[in-house]
């Protein structure tokens, strides 16, 4: 842990760049390391180890802003007589997410150009409520018929009918909520799904978000016993801070600096002056991704490097020409 930023009560004794050293590719690969923490079907939490911030952020800007999904980006709607303005229906219809997989859809190239099962996918609606469907409810206080993304039904184009089930490219969520009809109300329209990023639209988005935080590291300068022990363990999210028994007084230790979210409410207490250390690991990232559903959280990462490594490249061969004009 070389440099580490000091955090004391009112100020950061150290930042960020002060600290320049010449790159060295034989240290990165030494140092470098990706440790995964947890992992499940839409989340992601691994460390970084070993790199600058610029690149920590770089990864996570890339991720909210660059890595595409699949959306419905246009709605004909052919008949709509509820109370949802069709602008307003329009606009919720395409925020909700998809299943779709973006990987084997390409880039719609022309707008303007007909739906292809490349690059497109196509769903519809047709729902009417009658008071048939009230009277059909369990919970008499609902006065009109819910209609949700279930409803939706999917229209393969082309062949994808051999390659995809509605299972692979339908709603993520059923229960979403879409509008509320009365009787004699309906809604039938078709809806067009395209490949994009999320920088064009905030509804291309893959993760619901993706953040980071600098490792935590809490040193104790002298033993903290009896009541300030259990004082010193309230000043901490639960399981930063243990106690045992030593010769039956309570000791204070540290038990897992992860868990700490910097609050510095220590500080507030004289008698842990001098006492207690609070810094940053300045090279080490604690990284969180949460997909909404579409891609595993680890492909969105493998993504966002291959996004991040193509940059580099262009940014690499743009300098070298200049270098040659």
Same mark, same amino acid.
């Given at each position: 842990m070389d440099n580490p930023i000091i955090m004391n009560k009112y100020s950061i004794e150290r930042t960020l760049g002060n600290d320049i050293k010449p790159y060295n590719y034989d240290e990165f690969v030494k140092n470098f390391k990706i440790n995964i923490i947890s992992r499940s079907d839409n989340d992601l939490e691994f460390d970084l180890i070993g790199i600058d911030v610029a690149v920590a952020n770089s990864l996570r800007r890339v991720i909210i802003s660059e890595v595409p999904s699949m959306a419905i980006e246009k709605v004909h709607?052919? #008949?709509?007589? *509820?109370?949802?303005?069709?602008?307003?229906?329009?606009?919720?219809?395409?925020? =909700? &997410?998809?299943?779709? +997989? &973006?990987? #084997?859809?390409? /880039?719609?190239?022309?707008?303007? @150009?007909? &739906?292809?099962?490349? +690059? *497109?996918?196509v769903y519809e /609606?047709?729902?009417?409520?009658?008071?048939?469907?009230? +009277?059909?409810?369990?919970h008499k206080q609902f006065i009109s018929f819910p209609v949700y993304a279930k409803h939706i039904k999917w229209l393969p184009l082309g062949n994808q009918k051999d390659i995809f089930t509605e299972k692979d490219v339908g709603i993520i969520s059923d229960d979403i909520l879409i509008a509320k009809l009365r009787p004699g109300q309906e809604i039938e329209l078709k809806m067009f799904a395209v490949k994009g990023i999320p920088k064009d639209h905030a509804k291309f988005q893959s993760v619901c978000t993706a953040w980071y935080r600098m490792m935590p590291n809490i040193k104790l300068l002298d033993e903290i016993k009896g009541n300030d022990a259990v004082l010193l363990q309230s000043c901490f999210p639960k399981g930063v801070i243990g106690l045992k028994s030593v010769k039956g007084v309570l000791s204070a230790f540290v038990e897992d600096s992860r868990k700490d979210n910097s609050s510095r409410n220590v500080f507030r207490y004289k008698q842990f002056d001098n006492k207690i250390l609070l810094t940053k690991i300045q090279d080490h990232f604690i990284f969180t991704i949460e997909s909404i559903g579409a891609m595993d959280p680890s492909l =969105?990462?493998?993504?966002?490097?291959?996004?991040?490594?193509?940059?580099?490249? @262009?940014? *690499?061969? *743009?300098?070298?020409?200049?270098?040659?004009?």
């Open positions: 709607i052919y #008949q709509n007589t *509820s109370y949802i303005l069709d602008e307003i229906l329009a606009h919720r219809l395409g925020l =909700i &997410p998809l299943k779709a +997989d &973006p990987r #084997q859809f390409k /880039m719609k190239e022309d707008e303007n @150009s007909e &739906p292809n099962e490349h +690059d *497109s996918l /609606m047709k729902i009417k409520c009658t008071k048939k469907d009230l +009277d059909a409810l369990v =969105i990462f493998l993504e966002a490097l291959n996004i991040l490594t193509r940059k580099v490249n @262009s940014a *690499s061969e *743009s300098a070298l020409n200049q270098t040659e004009i």
